[in-house]
């Protein structure tokens, strides 16, 4: 087949990389073990899937052993410095290493060995038929490769009866002799299933056709022409000005927030998944590769170790995580583009890991010093280590980097997620959320009013249940149904009778963690505890404040500094704790 690209690395010195172009064919692995951690890293140089990117040895290594902090953060910053991308090697390997230093005992039971039994099954019994059309051949006349994956390569072709007959489209070919486990042919129906569900929106690839035969899958979508997001920055040297920047970052959290609502977290983004349709500069970016992405729903909590290196967040690795893990990552991809070095960086995956989960990334080295502090703001509220911490898709689009009065603010499911809470929550902590919400800036305010108006208020200028019913109906993809995204409005049900204002709908709506990660949160909180103190702080006993927060007899010594000898109410201290609701052991244990 025709020509694929690729580079190799050659590290020079120091935190400085530099990319060649060598013609080689690229290498993405998405390897599938039996126990299900899976791990698609960069791509690497057409010799092995997992080369040293050290030719010469690891004296070469730009970090010194142990902890490895961001690049820029040795304070050795080189002017010329390239956002090279290699695969550390072997990923399981160091994935279960690092598990197991942190933790005695994994949380999940052991992580068995590759090869071992279970999950996989024999690949004697594989049922590899998906019931996919089986006229491919009739139907398109394959052209050259466009790309390369673990699982095979993407072709473009032309379709030659149908629709679109005389067409250009792209063809991603997965080899059946590839698909060795249940759980990779469970994920290649669930790719077609998620690409197929979530057709439709104007940054995802269009879907066209799957079809299967003896030897491969075919998927056929659209052909992006423009090449991958990760060329495109590459060929720019490294980073974006921060206009360009916003265009691109705007376009990936519009497709994301709408993965999202539809319950699909992708789990695999970078710039390699992202590709432009037409060399334009202003070409519109298409995300694609489900490969790794699955539904989930609302209050579920995934546990397979999957994405890539550099990208993965840190609850990833502690296996317990939801789609603010998507955030992470563009929380990555954006902090590339602004200044073409990655966050977290090391030799060796443990290494990364080890950043991605202790290091923070450097915001002083230039260009730094020269980015606006709206757009560092949003990149340290995406890379937040705390997954509660982080915004959403939905809320970064209102974020002051990116406002825009005029673009449409897609519907956000944590609004649903907070809403449930709320309705669940006693009348002291109603109250407490309530002084909060009435202490929000106006850049707070923004998203809430967006939110509000997305559920359509009836003439009263209130919603109920019916509102958040039709505004997910409104967006509803069949994606969303798998994913079993409206099984949340059996929890809103409260709502039939009793409707919420704006107001409510603020106090109902906002997130303690995401507040306390602002840089005004010192503010908001003393604010809110003065209307508190005027409007809902009564008189609370040790044992009713322990019941508010479901703790037990042992926290009791820990409550009574919360309340003030004085007048037995809530102190300040007492007060932020209360609206956090952590539970005293998980305050303990956190900094372990
Ligand atoms: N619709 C498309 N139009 C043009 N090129 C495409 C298209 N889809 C995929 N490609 C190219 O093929 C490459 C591999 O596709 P994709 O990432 O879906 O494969 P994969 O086997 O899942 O790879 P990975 O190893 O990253 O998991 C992409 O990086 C891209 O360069
Ligand atoms: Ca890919
Ligand atoms: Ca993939």
């Known amino acids: 087949m025709g020509q694929c690209y690729a580079k190799n690395v050659t590290v020079v010195g120091e935190n400085e990389e530099v990319i060649e172009n060598n013609g080689g064919g690229s290498y993405n692995q998405n390897q599938t073990s039996n126990n299900g951690v899976r791990n698609t890293p960069n791509r690497s140089s057409s010799t092995s899937p997992w080369p040293s990117p050290y030719p010469t040895g690891t004296n070469n290594s730009p970090l010194p052993g142990g902890v490895t902090p961001s690049p820029a953060r040795s304070g050795k910053s080189t002017p010329r410095r390239f956002f090279g991308k290699f695969p550390p090697p072997s990923p399981a390997k160091h994935i ?86 249940a759980i990779s042919i469970e994920d290649v129906r669930r790719e077609v299933k998620i690409l197929k569900g979530l057709a439709g929106h104007r940054n995802m690839v269009k879907f066209h056709d799957a079809c299967e035969d003896a030897n491969n899958v075919y998927i056929i979508m659209e052909l992006c022409e423009g090449g991958e997001l990760l060329d495109r920055i590459l060929s720019r040297g490294g980073r974006y000005p921060e206009h360009d920047a916003k265009t691109i970052i705007v376009q990936i959290l519009g497709v994301v927030a709408f993965c999202h609502l539809q319950g699909v977290v992708h789990r695999d983004l970078k710039p390699e998944n992202f590709l432009f349709t037409t060399r334009d500069e202003d070409s519109p970016l298409k995300i694609i590769d489900f490969g790794l992405s699955d539904f989930i729903r609302p209050d579920e909590r995934l546990n397979d170790i999957v994405g890539s290196a550099y990208y993965v967040a840190p609850e990833v690795l502690h296996r317990s995580y939801s789609l603010e893990a998507d955030i992470w990552s563009i929380g990555v991809i954006t902090y590339i583009l602004l200044c073409g070095s990655r966050p977290f960086w090391a030799r060796t995956e443990s290494g990364i890991f080890r950043a991605v989960l202790r290091a ?23 890379l937040n280590k705390d997954h509660r911490k982080r915004m959403t898709a939905a809320q970064a689009l209102t974020h002051p980097w990116l406002r825009d009065e005029h673009r449409p603010v897609p519907l956000d499911i944590l609004i649903y997620k907070l809403v449930k809470s709320y309705l669940r929550a006693t009348p002291f902590k109603r109250a407490a959320l309530k002084a909060l919400s009435r202490a929000l800036t106006e850049d707070e305010l923004v998203y809430l009013r967006a939110q509000f108006k ?26 969303m149904k798998e994913s079993r995204v409206p099984d949340i409005l059996s929890a809103l049900e409260a709502l039939a009778y009793r409707k919420m204002d704006f107001e409510e709908f603020c106090a109902a709506s906002i997130s303690t963690y995401q507040l306390e990660a602002l840089d005004g949160w010192e503010h908001i909180a003393s604010t809110a505890f003065e209307f508190f103190e005027h409007e809902g702080n009564k008189v609370i006993s040790v044992e009713e404040l322990a019941r508010e927060m479901n703790l037990g007899l042992s926290s009791h010594t820990i409550l009574n500094d919360w309340i003030r000898p004085a007048d037995g109410k809530l102190s300040f201290l007492g007060y932020t704790k209360f609206l956090h609701g952590v539970t005293i052991r998980s305050s303990v244990t956190r900094h372990q």
């Not at 019994?125 to 491919?136: P, T, V, W």
């Not at 209130?462 to 958040?468: D, H, M, T, Y």
């Open 96 to 181: 279960r290493a690092a598990l197991r230093k942190r933790t005695s005992k994994p949380k999940e039971g052991p992580i068995p060995e590759e090869g071992s039994e279970g999950g996989g099954g024999g690949e004697r019994q594989l049922d590899k038929s998906f019931g996919y059309r089986k006229d491919f051949m009739s139907k398109y006349e394959l052209g050259k490769e466009v790309g390369r994956g673990h699982f095979g390569h993407t072709c473009s072709a032309k379709a030659k009866k149908g629709e679109l007959k005389g067409h250009e489209v792209a063809v991603k070919i997965i080899s059946k002799a590839k698909m060795t486990t």
């Open 360 to 382: 923070d990334p450097n915001f002083e080295d230039l260009p730094w010093p020269v980015v606006s502090p709206e757009a560092k703001d949003f990149v340290k509220r995406f």
């Open 454 to 479: 997305l559920l359509e208020p009836n003439r009263d200028g209130k919603v109920g249940l019916e509102n958040f019913k039709m505004a997910l109906v409104r967006y509803s993809t069949d994606a």
